[in-house]
């Protein structure tokens, strides 16, 4: 995988993760590099930019702040869960366990 298509799914992972609250640019940012990731807030607004081009997700203006946010949309979520099993041997398995533990923990509770 190049570097940018790395960049589009680690913030549509993140994106997807975090449903109906969107995030900053930023927060995608620190998040990935906690993970490892040395990606430049250039390379993150670039790969937002293009899945806002593709209707995968959307700019939220923080209304305190106005500050600009992303929040995943329908279509980011069905083109996610669509491919999810292509992308699950691209996934750490660490990585996947941590983005399922919240759904796991709802269909418990």
């Known amino acids: 995988m190049k570097r940018e298509q790395e960049i589009r799914h680690e913030c549509l992972l993140q994106l997807y ?3 109906e609250i969107p995030i900053s640019a930023d927060h995608i940012r620190k998040v ?3 993970q490892g990731f040395d990606y430049t807030d250039r390379e993150v607004g670039d790969a937002l930019f293009f899945l806002r081009g593709q209707g995968l997700c959307e700019i939220v203006l923080d209304p305190a702040t106005g500050q600009q946010r992303h929040r995943i949309t329908s ?4 083109e996610w869960e669509g491919g999810s099993l292509k992308r699950l041997g691209q ?6 366990l941590l983005l399922l533990l919240p759904q796991i923990f709802e269909l418990a509770g």
């Not at 996934?91 to 996947?96: C, H």
């Open 17 to 19: 993760g975090s449903k």
């Open 32 to 34: 990935a590099k906690r």
């Open 75 to 78: 279509k980011g979520m069905l």
């Open 91 to 96: 996934i750490p398995v660490l990585r996947l």
